[in-house]
């Protein structure tokens, strides 16, 4: 089995091209390529705004370019990648497109794009079925994410588009195409409030289950933390994927890990070393099953 990680977190420290230097140093045979600096969500208005980023530039496909080149001259390929949210934000759409065309231009053969959390399964479908035709075109499968929502006044999640097993399966249902697929968060799925476990989820989602955001957290808050540092348990987690033959990457979404450790963009590469050692020891035990 192989792992891969998000690059955002360790971009943040080093800049894009650096982050995936360093991932291949680290270990992983893959990276995880974040595109959340493509836009500028304002909540309040529910509308975005281009950035200065490359991404959000006329000279977007030949950056991309560079940072697949990258890799490979490193050693590693995209495997996946995250398209910009939220997806309600007016004028979000042309850039859900754009993240498909650069996921198809870096190499990657999955597109992760969260859905509406306040939308039915139903309601959702229609997002994807607008994008399901350029998806086609550029042989990129869409993959829709288990969601939360926060309870503010009881300090728990609150349940949102495909955080419950059966509403994760009536997504995949209510598209029902071999390019629309599933990437289980397995923090999310672990959080306090929302029915569910991942467990759960990954016996309910079977075969669409392709593509894993693997972080830890106190089955409480959002931690996006380091696998094997805080509470979930893992070994629950990597006897379900065996049993459903899982085939994808390991890929990891600790987001918060580097910053809550104090490394700096001197000291990022152990701490993505650690971060590949975390995702090494899930993959050892899968094959160990």
Same mark, same amino acid.
């Given at each position: 089995?192989?792992?891969?990680?998000?690059?955002?977190?360790?971009?943040?420290?080093?800049?894009?091209?650096?982050?995936?230097?360093?991932?291949?140093?680290?270990?992983?045979?893959?990276?995880?390529?974040?595109?959340?600096?493509?836009?500028?969500?304002?909540?309040?208005?529910?509308?975005?705004?281009?950035?200065?980023?490359?991404?959000?530039?006329?000279?977007?496909?030949?950056?991309?370019?560079?940072?697949?080149?990258?890799?490979?001259?490193?050693?590693?390929?995209?495997?996946?990648?995250?398209?910009?949210?939220?997806?309600?934000?007016?004028?979000?759409?042309?850039?859900?497109?754009?993240?498909?065309?650069?996921?198809?231009?870096?190499?990657?053969?999955?597109?992760?794009?969260?859905?509406?959390?306040? !939308? #039915?399964?139903?309601?959702? +479908? &229609?997002?994807?079925? *607008?994008?399901?035709?350029?998806?086609? %075109?550029?042989?990129? @499968?869409?993959?829709?994410?288990?969601?939360?929502?926060?309870?503010?006044?009881?300090?728990?999640?609150?349940?949102?588009?495909?955080?419950?097993?059966?509403?994760?399966?009536?997504?995949?249902?209510?598209?029902?195409?071999?390019?629309?697929?599933?990437?289980?968060?397995?923090?999310?799925?672990?959080?306090?409030?929302?029915?569910?476990?991942?467990?759960?989820?990954?016996?309910?989602?079977?075969?669409?289950?392709?593509?894993?955001?693997?972080?830890?957290?106190?089955?409480?808050?959002?931690?996006?933390?380091?696998?094997?540092?805080?509470?979930?348990?893992?070994?629950?987690?990597?006897?379900?994927?065996?049993?459903?033959?899982?085939?994808?990457?390991?890929?990891?979404?600790?987001?918060?890990?580097? !910053? #809550?450790?104090?490394?700096? +963009? &001197?000291?990022?590469? *152990?701490?993505?070393?650690?971060?590949? %050692?975390?995702?090494? @020891?899930?993959?050892?035990?899968?094959?160990?099953?």
């Amino acid at each position: 089995m192989k792992i891969s990680t998000e690059i955002d977190s360790i971009s943040r420290l080093v800049g894009e091209e650096k982050a995936i230097e360093l991932v291949a140093k680290a270990g992983f045979d893959a990276f995880d390529f974040s595109m959340f600096s493509m836009v500028q969500p304002n909540y309040a208005t529910r509308t975005v705004s281009p950035t200065t980023h490359p991404l959000s530039s006329a000279e977007y496909a030949s950056y991309v370019k560079k940072l697949k080149q990258i890799g490979l001259d490193n050693g590693i390929v995209c495997n996946q990648s995250h398209a910009p949210f939220p997806s309600y934000c007016e004028g979000m759409i042309d850039y859900l497109k754009r993240a498909i065309e650069c996921t198809a231009i870096a190499g990657g053969e999955i597109c992760i794009i969260h859905p509406d959390n306040y !939308k #039915s399964a139903e309601e959702n +479908a &229609e997002m994807y079925f *607008e994008l399901l035709p350029l998806a086609k %075109e550029y042989n990129v @499968k869409i993959a829709t994410e288990n969601m939360w929502n926060w309870d503010r006044e009881a300090g728990q999640a609150l349940p949102a588009a495909c955080s419950h097993h059966d509403d994760f399966v009536a997504h995949i249902k209510a598209v029902n195409d071999p390019y629309f697929v599933a990437c289980l968060d397995i923090g999310h799925a672990e959080m306090k409030g929302l029915d569910t476990d991942t467990e759960k989820m990954i016996h309910k989602l079977g075969d669409s289950l392709q593509a894993l955001h693997i972080h830890d957290n106190d089955m409480w808050h959002d931690s996006h933390q380091i696998p094997f540092s805080m509470q979930i348990d893992f070994d629950k987690m990597v006897k379900a994927l065996k049993d459903i033959g899982y085939k994808g990457y390991f890929t990891l979404e600790a987001v918060s890990y580097l !910053k #809550s450790e104090g490394y700096t +963009a &001197e000291t990022a590469l *152990e701490g993505v070393k650690r971060m590949a %050692e975390s995702a090494r @020891k899930l993959t050892d035990m899968f094959e160990a099953f």
